[in-house]
């Protein structure tokens, strides 16, 4: 049993030889799995070297979200940071953990991203 709850926010760090942030809906969750829908990021702030992004929310109450791709169901695994699922079903794909609420820095567009 895991504490992914429909509802909650997951974030993903990912790439090579750069840092991405990916966000992920939470639409169901059962006692083993997850389902996913991916979510747009949005730049909230500008930096040299880094971006601090958030996911890219709408004024719409019935889709609270700008989303971007299917929805994935993924089976949910702790490593020892707290409950987690891969972002993708290949490896190297980064795991995603529970947003906290605070922006994610990713490598700004200007240097490699």
């Known amino acids: 049993m895991h504490t992914i709850e429909a509802g909650n926010i997951l974030y993903c760090l990912w790439g090579y ?3 991405n942030v990916s966000f992920y809906l939470v639409t169901r969750a059962t006692k ?3 389902t996913i829908q991916p979510i747009e990021s949005e730049k909230i702030e500008l930096g040299d070297y880094h971006d601090l992004v958030v996911p890219r929310s709408s004024n719409d109450s019935h889709a609270p979200y700008f989303f971007s791709g299917e929805p994935a169901r993924r089976k949910v695994q ?3 940071y707290g409950p987690s ?19 994610k820095q990713q490598t700004a567009s200007g240097c490699g991203h």
């Open 17 to 19: 030889d750069q840092t």
């Open 32 to 34: 083993t799995t997850v």
């Open 85 to 103: 699922v891969r972002r993708a079903n290949y490896s190297g794909a980064g795991n995603c953990y529970v947003w906290d609420g605070n922006p």
């Open 78 to 80: 702790d490593y020892g």
